[in-house]
């Protein structure tokens, strides 16, 4: 909404936005740089009642590089939110086309010269565990709740909005609750049901993770653990060996020597300086003791 290009669109008269070459191509390339960069975003409009057209990029059907007469949308049940929209983002839960997928709709009004426009960002629901920097774990479930209790999101989400009884722990739920965590143990599969709410949305973040997936996890985990650990210990031993034989070899090759004094003349390119210098010395050490 701050750029320059999108509020000169906005508040245009219709054929002068043509004056500029490349111009709606630049404004759709700003588009696409969100489109392209988040993969929860499924679409984006720029809505200008003024000249009855707009601007559009979404993440997976090519578009046109022009604008296009608002009557060729056939994703329009969020027209009938821009009258409820005001200073505030107005939200709301819709599916595309009536149909699918399920998206949140953001509509944010802009005013540039007394003129009105609007910008639709188009949140895939889906999508959202990748908005929250989260995702589907094999030790529980994400789920997000309104405040009377309808699923607004959750794995394999079949409606636009879904009754809690789908999901028999999401019992535990009560929206006037910011935030409870409380174990579940009277049933057969014991539970940790966690209730967060949005400070922003009227709706609740819940997730439920069950004790006998913390177990199972635990016990892998642990069986790496003794893996690892055996592991370490067996390439400390092998390290260990390889200096022990290191450190014994030259005084080897030394005695190997005192054993075979006909070595000596043929130890010339055989052994190190050190072992040779040694060896000298002690042979000659040797034959002036025996004269």
């Known amino acids: 909404s701050m750029s320059p290009m999108v509020q000169y669109y906005i508040s245009a008269i219709p054929t002068s936005t043509e004056l500029f070459e490349g111009f709606y191509e630049r404004i759709q390339e700003q588009l696409s740089t969100y489109t392209l960069s988040f993969s929860y975003i499924n679409s984006i409009y720029i809505y200008s009642p003024k000249q009855q057209n707009f601007i559009r990029s979404t993440n997976s059907s090519a578009i046109s590089s022009k604008p296009e007469n608002i009557l060729s949308l056939t994703d329009r049940s969020w027209i009938e939110s821009l009258s409820q929209t005001g200073s505030e983002i107005h939200l709301s839960i819709r599916a595309i086309n009536n149909l699918y997928p399920f998206v949140i709709t953001l509509i944010k009004r802009v005013e540039v010269d007394d003129q009105v426009g609007y910008i639709i960002l188009n949140i ?86 069950y ?6 996890k635990l016990s892998h985990l642990r069986s790496i653990l003794v893996y690892f650990l055996g592991s370490l210990a067996a390439l400390f031993l092998v390290i260990a060996f390889l200096l022990s034989f290191a450190q014994h070899r030259p005084l080897r090759k030394i005695l190997s020597l005192l054993e075979n004094p006909k070595k000596w003349i043929e130890s010339s390119k055989k052994y190190t300086d050190e072992v040779q210098q040694i060896v000298g010395y002690i042979i000659s050490y040797i034959q002036q003791n025996n004269t």
């Open 211 to 216: 004790l006998q997936d913390y177990t199972r």
């Open 124 to 209: 895939d629901l889906k999508k959202i565990p990748a908005l929250l920097g989260t995702n589907q774990t094999e030790l529980g479930n994400t789920y997000i709740l309104t405040n009377d209790g309808s699923i607004l999101y959750r794995k394999g989400k079949r409606a636009l909005l879904e009754e809690s009884a789908l999901v028999p722990e999401l019992s535990q739920f009560d929206p006037n609750r910011p935030v409870s965590s409380v174990l579940v143990e009277n049933t057969s599969r014991p539970y940790i049901y966690t209730q967060i709410k949005s400070e922003v949305y009227d709706w609740h973040y819940v997730s439920i993770s």
